[in-house]
Structure formats: structure tokens, C-alpha cells
Nanobody, 122 residues
Framework: QVQLVESGGGLVQAGGSLRLSCVAS????????MDWFRQAPGKEREFVAR????????YYADSVKGRFTVSRDNAKNTLYLQMDSLKPEDTAVYYC???????????????WGQGTQVTVSS
């Protein structure tokens, strides 16, 4: 299993920027993709962005497209989320996860981090 530790959250004014990091350790060699999710108070956890570990292809939720950028440093086993033009509605706990492909070819989430709080003030 993979252990994940997020960092970089904090309090920022609307229009500001933050960069989140997610460091992976343990059994990282078979990671297929890594995701960022977020969960605001009283709401369900929602997808934010994905990066495929091998190809580097990226995918975004419509709500963050053009403002957030997901990237990774394979050598450091680290996932990043650069968040620009932040809005109060981006306030949430942000989580990273790792995903793999099982023997049947199905994608599954292997691990979640503990989350990091992002608060955007208006």
C-alpha cells in the first residue's frame, strides 16, 4: 500500500494562489493515476483533478478548469496542485489518492491522504 501526506493548505484571499503537495511513499511503482478530491462542509467529496502517472495526461473538473493545474514529479513521488484565481467556493479539505489497475483491468483507489484545509476568504 501507498502512504500519502498532503501539505500546502492554508488561508488565502479570493484571487490568490496556493500550491498543494502530496508525497507518496511505500509501494508506489504500480501507480496508474493520482487524483485530487475536495470536500466542503456539508457536501460530498468531489473530484478536482487527475494525472496519469506514466503519460502525464491530465483531467479536471469543470469548476476548476483553467484555474488549477495538476502535475507530478516522478523522481520525488510527489503530486502537486497549483491553485490560482481562488474563489470562496474552493474552500474545502483537499485530499489526494492513488489508483491502480487490478488483474481484471479495473481501476481502483489504493490509498487516501489525510487531507489539507484550504480556506478562501472573500
Amino acid at each position: 500500500q501507498v502512504q500519502l501526506v498532503e501539505s500546502g493548505g492554508g488561508l488565502v484571499q479570493a484571487g490568490g494562489s496556493l500550491r498543494l503537495s502530496c508525497v507518496a511513499s511505500g509501494r508506489t511503482f504500480s501507480t496508474y493515476a493520482m487524483d485530487w478530491f475536495r470536500q466542503a462542509p456539508g457536501k460530498e467529496r468531489e473530484f478536482v483533478a487527475r494525472i496519469k502517472w506514466g503519460s502525464g495526461n491530465t483531467y479536471y473538473a469543470d469548476s476548476v478548469k483553467g484555474r488549477f493545474t495538476v502535475s507530478r514529479d516522478n523522481a520525488k513521488n510527489t503530486l502537486y496542485l497549483q491553485m490560482d484565481s481562488l474563489k470562496p467556493e474552493d474552500t474545502a479539505v483537499y485530499y489526494c489518492n492513488t489508483g491502480r489497475i487490478n488483474a481484471s483491468g479495473a481501476y481502483y483507489v489504493d490509498s487516501w491522504g489525510q487531507g489539507t484545509q484550504v480556506t478562501v476568504s472573500s
